[in-house]
């Protein structure tokens, strides 16, 4: 690769994945990528090749862009600028065949970028917990998570923390229960088990990233756990949906254009 080279993200993100991507990238490739801000199309660089990797971003491409890893966000999404310059592995099965559908050519290479995170990073392990849990941005003022932090036996995890605490708070937890796809994604990449919730109708695109994700590792759970203000953390115990995900991380991190 050349000494550096634009990476699409959204500059000033605060979830997990807008974070870590940079991270992530800068460890496969050995170079410190130049953040180039997502939402401005080709104009945001002076470069005619950008890259995108982690997250459900796929619709932000342009002309100049070569997608690792990235995903849709919703059925029947399509691109705000333009189609990308390559494609050369995407998130899940489903943004697989939404390309398809809208001419783009994309190899049958799945897999969130963030399920290579442990080949990079060890956790911290903190003081144990049976239970995590994990809301997406939009539901840590739901009054059910916010009874949760009164209760000792529970961790309740913010995505918007610090990456790597994020991390390593998940891998001090017995069981995740999540309703941020990146909270499920990390719990399966350190072998932590999970299992997706609903918390609130503020996560957007019906599920589709989730099921998109599942699919890539093979997963069955494609429905979350609804959440209501009666439910009880036994109830989520005893109804706990147990899985192991089968995935090739190897060709996954073949398919990487700016490996060194």
């Not at 050349?2 to 800068?26: A, C, M």
């Not at 796929?58 to 070569?66: G, M, Q």
Request: charged share 30%.
């Amino acid at each position: 690769m050349e000494k550096t080279f634009d990476l699409k993200v959204f500059i000033g993100g605060q979830n997990w994945g807008d974070k870590i991507s940079p991270l992530l990238v800068e460890w496969i490739s050995g170079v410190k990528p130049n953040l180039i801000e997502i939402r401005g199309g080709a104009d945001a660089s002076k470069s005619n090749l950008n890259f995108l990797t982690v997250g459900s971003i796929l619709d932000y491409c342009d002309k100049n862009s070569v997608v690792w890893g990235s995903g849709f966000i919703r059925e029947g999404d399509d691109f705000k600028f333009a189609a990308p310059q390559k494609v050369c592995a995407v998130r899940g099965p489903l943004s697989r065949k939404r390309l398809l559908e809208l001419g783009v050519e994309c190899p049958e290479i799945f897999g969130d970028p963030a399920l290579l995170f442990p080949r990079y990073y060890k956790p911290k392990i903190l003081s144990h917990k049976e239970i995590g849990i994990v809301p997406h941005f939009v539901d840590l003022d739901v009054g059910w998570v916010r009874e949760r932090l009164e209760d000792p036996t529970v961790r309740v995890i913010d995505i918007n923390g610090d990456p790597f605490e994020v991390v390593d708070q998940i891998c001090s937890c017995e069981k995740i229960f999540s309703s941020s796809l990146h909270g499920l994604i990390i719990a399966d990449a350190y072998g932590v088990k999970s299992n997706w919730i609903k918390l609130s109708e503020g996560v957007w695109g019906d599920g589709y990233k989730f099921r998109d994700y599942f699919l890539s590792v093979g997963r069955k759970e494609a429905e979350p756990k609804l959440i209501k203000e009666d439910t009880k953390l036994k109830e989520l115990v005893d109804d706990f949906s147990d899985y192991e995900i089968n995935i090739d991380l190897d060709k996954l991190l073949a398919a990487c254009p700016f490996r060194r």
